[in-house]
């Protein structure tokens, strides 16, 4: 039932157009990405697109990667005045699909470096049968190199918006994640989970970031 969803959305569409047209079939899905280090303010954006297309009356799902593994306190801020949404977790980009359901107009999917490589042919194709696909993600990893799929989906995205945070040494634009193993930078051979030692994150620029090799 992978695509089922897909192509029933693509009859309906079809259908529509066909309605108001009388001829060919008018695509309009499109795919974002909102990418950015740690704590640029990703999720708010997202927030702010979401609760847009809920003014509009527009049919939302919001996806997230069941084995998202980040601390509590690395949750970039959810919201000031409220998340009009709760994420769905799902544990692959198959079931994301599986789950998308004909009649939504926009399928946000939140921390989209998470997915499996699946992830990138999974938005193209919800884009190309009509829905506006709206994918967040770091683009770096704590070593700042690219992570996961999202140089690809940053590559096929029909619009990018990448934000920045504030460097936690001297202010200025920040663009990377900082990984901090009991108060000190954790080096590139660090491994993904340390038992009994402090971990923490914060925004770096690119000349205070640290990455012992
Ligand atoms: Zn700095």
């Known amino acids: 039932m992978k695509t089922g969803a897909l192509e029933s959305k693509m009859r309906a569409m079809t259908m529509m157009d066909r309605s108001r047209t009388g001829t060919m079939m008018v695509a309009t899905g499109s795919l974002t990405v909102v990418t950015g280090s740690m704590f640029s303010g990703k999720t708010e954006e997202l927030i702010r697109r979401v609760r847009r297309a809920l003014y509009a009356r527009r049919r939302v799902q919001v996806f997230k990667h069941a084995l998202e593994t980040r601390p509590d306190d690395l949750e970039e801020i959810r919201s000031h005045d409220g998340n009009p949404y709760e994420a769905v977790p799902v544990s692959s980009s198959g079931e994301l699909l599986e789950r998308v ?9 939140e921390e989209a470096q998470f997915f499996d490589d699946g992830i990138l042919e999974a938005c193209e194709s919800l884009a190309d049968a009509g829905y506006e696909v709206i994918a967040t993600g770091l683009d770096m990893d704590f070593r700042g190199e690219p992570f996961g799929r999202m140089p690809a989906l940053l590559s096929v995205a029909d619009e990018i918006v990448k934000l920045r945070a504030i460097c ?3 202010g200025r634009e920040a663009s990377r994640s900082q990984r901090l193993i009991d108060g000190v930078p954790a080096p590139a051979s660090a ?3 340390l038992v009994g030692a402090q971990e923490s994150y914060e925004a770096r620029c690119r000349h205070h970031h640290e ?3």
């Open 168 to 170: 936690a040494v001297c």
């Open 191 to 193: 491994p993904t989970i």
């Open 101 to 109: 359901r004909p009649d939504t107009d926009l399928v946000a999917i």
């Open 211 to 213: 990455v012992p090799r």
